[in-house]
């Protein structure tokens, strides 16, 4: 489910500078690791828990929420919550 992300029908520029750092980032195999976002104490990709829902942690969003894929009714679903609801899922 990955694609090329566009504005309209035109593949959306990137400026080299963010390219390079990518770039720098990415280990030998061209792969790029996810970074705990400041402040948060969580890192995108960490298995963790919103009020008995299971789900996996994506990151920071705006105004101090934190995105979240919960898995609802047998589907998962990208939510934004207030910081600090999420606990970790052992």
């Known amino acids: 489910m990955f694609g090329l992300i566009k504005n309209g029908e035109t593949p959306a520029r990137c400026p080299n500078s963010e390219i390079g750092a ?3 980032r990415a280990d030998r195999d061209g792969v790029v690791r996810l970074m705990r976002p400041p402040g ?3 890192a ?12 996996i942690y994506l ?6 929420r934190e995105r979240v894929l919960l ?3 047998g589907a ?3 939510v934004e919550i207030a910081a600090g609801l999420i606990a970790a899922r052992g």
């Open 22 to 24: 990518l770039l720098a």
């Open 40 to 42: 948060s104490r969580f």
């Open 44 to 55: 995108p990709g960490d298995r963790v828990s919103v009020r008995g829902f299971d789900g």
């Open 59 to 64: 990151g920071m969003g705006a105004h101090d």
């Open 71 to 73: 898995t609802i009714l």
């Open 76 to 78: 998962q679903r990208p």
